[in-house]
Nanobody, 119 residues
Framework: QLQLVESGGDLVQAGGSLRLSCAASRNIFSIDAMNWYRQTPGKQRELVAGITRDGDTNYADSVKGRFTISRDNAKNTVYLQMTSLKPEDTAVYYC?????????????WGQGTQVTVSS
C-alpha cells in the first residue's frame, strides 16, 4: 500500500511563495504519475499540476508560469513550488499518485494540506 503525506501548507500573503511536499512511503521511480490537486468547499477537486515517471509535466491554465512541480526520486518526494500566490489559490492541496499495474489503474491520495492566501 502506497502512503502519501503532504506538508508545507500555510497562511501566506498574496504575492508570496510556498513549497508543498509530498512524501511517499516507497520508491516513486516506479510510480507512473504524481499529481497535485486542490479543492475548496462546495467545489470539485481540480488538477493543479502533474509529473510523469519520465518527467513530463502539465499544469492547469490558472497556475501556469507561477507553479512548478518537480520530483526527487532519491527522497521519494514530489514538490509543488508556488509563487505569486493569489487569494484564489486558497484551498486544500492533495497529493495523488497513479500506479498502472496489469492494465489496472490505482489511485492513491494524501490527507491534504491547507494553503490560505490572504489579500
Amino acid at each position: 500500500q502506497l502512503q502519501l503525506v503532504e506538508s508545507g501548507g500555510d497562511l501566506v500573503q498574496a504575492g508570496g511563495s510556498l513549497r508543498l511536499s509530498c512524501a511517499a512511503s516507497r520508491n516513486i521511480f516506479s510510480i507512473d504519475a504524481m499529481n497535485w490537486y486542490r479543492q475548496t468547499p462546495g467545489k470539485q477537486r481540480e488538477l493543479v499540476a502533474g509529473i510523469t515517471r519520465d518527467g513530463d509535466t502539465n499544469y492547469a491554465d490558472s497556475v501556469k508560469g507561477r507553479f512548478t512541480i518537480s520530483r526527487d526520486n532519491a527522497k521519494n518526494t514530489v514538490y509543488l513550488q508556488m509563487t505569486s500566490l493569489k487569494p484564489e489559490d486558497t484551498a486544500v492541496y492533495y497529493c495523488n499518485a497513479i500506479v498502472i499495474a496489469l492494465s489496472r489503474k490505482y489511485n492513491y491520495w494524501g490527507q491534504g494540506t491547507q494553503v490560505t492566501v490572504s489579500s
